[in-house]
């Protein structure tokens, strides 16, 4: 077995080995015990280059043993798959990608958490890559799923030569310690980093000069695979910056792991497409968790602009005496809190852009242009410039109003966006107006990378319908090939009760729904040894719930979600709720479709049983109204399929599937509306959840019973 990189400059290399008796990775130094099975271990026992590792998750079924000796019979994958059994749902996936592939193709592939999608789509892939000359980028949403594919990579490279790298953003990796105190954004950490480079205030960046510290940079980094934290690790140590190491690496790279907005925001892939040196057909790109793929090319390609803003740019431009500027932003908040005067708090209407850009226009005696744009872009960065100078944070808003009203004068004239105006409130109770341009199709940015890119792979435990996703992301005039996997997982591990008679449809939340859906909650966290997750179709469901006395029905400790809560105070929150699973268990309560019920695992005790509250259909606003009309014209009868219903089920799914993260958890899933059991519903749940499924009453004592029986099968 090959040494490791550790990310260390001092001691980079340990001496890897596994017990030949039960697998177990160990480090060893002379003579050890396997601290697993108790087994002696010599340093004799060291095995070589091209030896594997037992995967840690079982399943039934025939298994395929990979040979020990790489030798010319060897399949090609079977070089970079680094497991000595592969599971048959692995090597299906392997093979159909090895025989769809080699001429460039578009996969997409549903599969279960737990099958072992993310070496199986490695080892089928490297070895194309490498004959084609290809790199493959792999999209991952998480930096703990780029952080997999790492681990993964440093596996295969102990039985192949391999390189990889998982690209983060300045922000993550710089170390200059004005960015790590004042950057709020990835865009402003870009506009510190390009002024202290400019200054030359930057040693890190300044030491990349330095001819012995760049040679000993790129020994170190040289045909290696390197996490986020290995090139801040060696970044510290040689004190040179880990984001310039990152993209001076990537030309000659095998795999690259990093998120959408690399990929797909299409000025940020023009400067990764340069870093690369390469073109989109010289890449094979990998899509994991693409359900999300829709939403976030939405999310890229819209914007939006408040009052606020518009009010600070003001300012900006009176302190720099911009008559002309300050004009224009006056009758252009003018306009807006004109517009708002009828509306009612938090109330959206939908906009003609042409026709708003006049009256703004009209008000301000101007043209809003490129000429404009740019004087409020120049404003901008003199402001940010200023504000460097001073050691503060630079922000400007009038490079804000300048990029909104840069997308505004883009899209006017473009069907697949909306434009909207809102009615908001500040702390203080004054209204703020906000505008928002919306992107009504996703394909607008997943197109051109999904036929341009040599190939591409989407993967998934939730993307069916298939052809209604194939439809949304712009493949449907091409050759798509589709792979949907079996469920990996023993039926015993999952009970999936549908409880009838309830919902969450308006005309249903009365009092006494609310009653019986807590008196069930009641029933479910007492019947589950350890902690139980509860995930709303909205806000005001769960506030329901809890004014109907839930905290006082159970006798776990209640971890509440609420509106307005930061990503770190919702992490922390997670955090101590998983940590209630080594005492007697604890509650869980959030939304559909939120960090907690998409973006957080909860595997084992962390979350025994997860409750789904109704199903989380957006509210009916202008906006989701737009979105379902533009897609009915363009794909007439399926708009709201593809605008509305899917999009909320996939979120119910995806709550739903928290606590199976792996073949070894079992979970019980309470889907708490009985709209879940009728055919169009359920055929849009994952295949593994729609096993071991049935229909109950809405009777507590029964629910709790059923799920005592589950529970202890587990614990007998």
Known sequence: MSNVYTGRTDKAEENYTFCPNCGKILIIDGKSRCKKCGSYISVNDKEEKGDVLPQTDEIEGTKVKIKEDISSATKEWEKYFPYLEIRPLQKQIIETIQEKMSKGSQIIIQAANGVGKTISLLAAVLPIAKEKKKTIVYCCRTHQQMSRVVEELKLIKQLNQVSGLALRGRKELCLHHIIKKFALDA?????????????????YFNNLANKTKLEKVNKIVQNKVLDSQELIEIGKNIEVCPFEISIRTLPKINVVTTSYQYVFNPF????????????????????????????TAVDISSSNLSNYSI??????????????????????SATLMNEIKSMDKNQEIRIDS???????????????????????????????????????APLSYASAVANYLSVLIETKDQLEFAHFLSKGESKTGNPIPRLVTLSLDPRTITEEVLTKSYATILASGTLEPIDSYISLIGLDSIKVESLLLPSPYK??????????????KLEDRTPSTYASIVDIIEAVAEATPKNIGIFCASYTVMESLIDSGLEKKISKPLYITHRGMTSSETDDLINDFKNESKFSGGVLISVLGGRSSEGSDYPASQMQSVVVVGIPYAKPTPSVNASIEYLESQFPTKGREFGYNIPALTRAAQAAGRPIRSLEDYAAIILLDYRFAR??????????????????????????????KFFEFHNS
């Open 187 to 203: 865009a402003n950490a870009a506009d510190i980093c390009r002024y202290l480079k400019k200054e030359g205030k930057c040693k």
């Open 268 to 295: 940020i892939r023009k400067i990764l497409l340069a870093n690369l040196e390469k073109e989109l057909s010289d890449l094979i790109v990998i899509v994991d968790e693409a359900h999300n793929l829709p939403s």
């Open 311 to 332: 009010d600070n740019a003001l300012s900006e431009a009176m302190k720099h005496r911009e008559g002309e500027l300050y004009d224009f932003l006056e009758s252009l």
């Open 354 to 392: 042409a026709n708003f850009i006049s009256t703004i226009e009209r008000r301000a005696k101007t043209s809003i242009n490129k000429e404009l744009i740019q004087s409020l872009q120049n404003l901008g960065d003199l402001v940010k410039e200023q504000q460097m100078k001073q050691n503060k």
């Open 491 to 504: 039926d015993e591990n999952h009970i999936t009760l549908v409880i009838d008679k309830l919902s969450s």
């Open 679 to 708: 055919h169009y519903y359920k055929k849009h749940l994952p295949n593994w959840l729609r096993e071991n499924f049935h229909v109950v009453q809405p009777e507590a004592e029964g629910i709790s019973e059923r799920l005592k």
